[in-house]
Structure formats: C-alpha cells, structure tokens
C-alpha cells in the first residue's frame, strides 16, 4: 500500500483529500506544518508528498528540502509562471493550483506514482561525449559533471530517451511538467532548450524541426 505524506493546514481540505485518498487505497500521514512534516520524514518513509505551499511555519519549498527520492506535487493558490517554474525546477512532478477538483488530484496522484515508479528505463544513456547516469540524475561530459537544473535534466532525458525521433513541443511539454501542459506558456521550452544547447555543447545537438518541435540523432 502507498505512503502519502499530506502537509496542509486547511482543516477542510485536508480531511477531503484524507477521505478520498484513503478510499483509493492509500495510507496517509497528514501534517499541519513544516516542523512537524520534517520529524515524520525523518523516521518514516513515503512514496509520495502533497505539499501546500503557504503553511503557518514556512513553505512546501522547507518540507522538499528534506525528501529524497519521492514523488511531489505541490498544492497552491499561486499560479504565476514564475513560481511554477520554480517549483518544477526544485524537483516537483506536478502543481495543482486551488480551488481544484478531488477526483482530478486523485487521478493526479495515481499517474505520478507510476511514472515515479517506472522501472523500464536504462540506468544509463549516452550521446557523443555526454552520458545520463538516470539513477543518479547526473549528467558528465567527459566524465565531468554538468550541472542542471531539475527542468534542464528532465528535458535533457526526454530528448535522450526518444533518441532519432521527431517530438512535438507538446509532448515534450507533458513529459517534463508531467500535467496537461496547458498552463505553460510556449515560449519556456525554447529558453530551456538554449540552455540545454549552452551547457551541453557541440557534442548533443537538439535540431530544431521547424514547425513541429525537436529532434535527437
């Protein structure tokens, strides 16, 4: 059975997501603070966090700072471009902003979990002189490290895992932000692109397919 760490001070919400949660199948270990999330994960693993991000002790932000290895989805009425940026590129699977619709979340969680807990991907991809050490999430250019961004490394990996195809800007979108993609706007994954070319050089060439999206060879 699935672990659920919930962090959220709204009493309402809180016992609704509990609720429903509980229904699908789930365990859930709900916090009202940042300091009391931060003793749970200490001695008690999960599989998935729902993060608030406005608690009364801090921010969803403080409680990441303490989970390796876990799916997260952050819950916000915030949802200007520049704090779901953010929160993507602090390690985030997904953002849900409220008011939002349980059985939406629900289904949410669900795909986060098996995305998260996928297995059939190689533990290593290489292309030229780079090299994607995907259980550590590191990538070397021969053999130093380049470092990147949570965003820039899941890009990079969505590109190196569909190596010789054609990817639209959409589905390349849905891959990183791990959602429908339609609150991004379009213009972000050019910049992460130039990034990505910036950092990784002449050694991985991310072609640009004029009208249709990027391609890998």
Request: proline share 1%; net charge neutral.
């Amino acid at each position: 059975m699935k672990q659920i760490l919930l962090v959220e001070d709204d009493g309402m919400i809180a016992s609704g997501l509990v609720y429903a949660l509980e229904q699908d199948g789930y365990t859930v270990s709900h916090y009202t603070t940042v300091a009391e999330a931060k003793n749970a994960v200490s001695s008690k693993k999960f599989d998935l966090a729902i993060l608030d991000m406005q608690l009364p002790d801090g921010t969803g932000f403080d409680v990441r700072e303490k989970l390796t290895n876990m799916a997260i989805i952050y819950l916000t009425v915030v949802d200007d471009e520049g704090s779901i940026i953010k929160a993507f590129e602090s390690g985030a699977h997904d953002y849900v902003t409220k008011p939002f619709r349980v059985r939406e979340l629900l289904a949410r969680v669900k795909r986060t979990l098996n995305t998260n807990n996928s297995t059939t991907s190689p533990s290593t991809l290489s292309i030229g002189d780079i090299t994607i050490d995907v259980n550590a999430g590191k990538t070397y250019k021969n053999n130093a490290i380049i470092e990147l961004t949570a965003l820039e490394y899941r890009l990079l990996l969505i590109l190196a895992s569909h190596r010789g195809q054609t990817l639209s800007r959409t589905q390349i979108l849905e891959n990183i932000w791990d959602s429908a993609g339609s609150f991004v706007e379009d213009n972000t994954l050019t910049v992460y692109i130039k990034r990505l070319r910036k950092k990784l050089g002449a050694s991985f060439i991310i072609e640009t397919v004029r009208g249709i999206g990027y391609r890998v060879d």
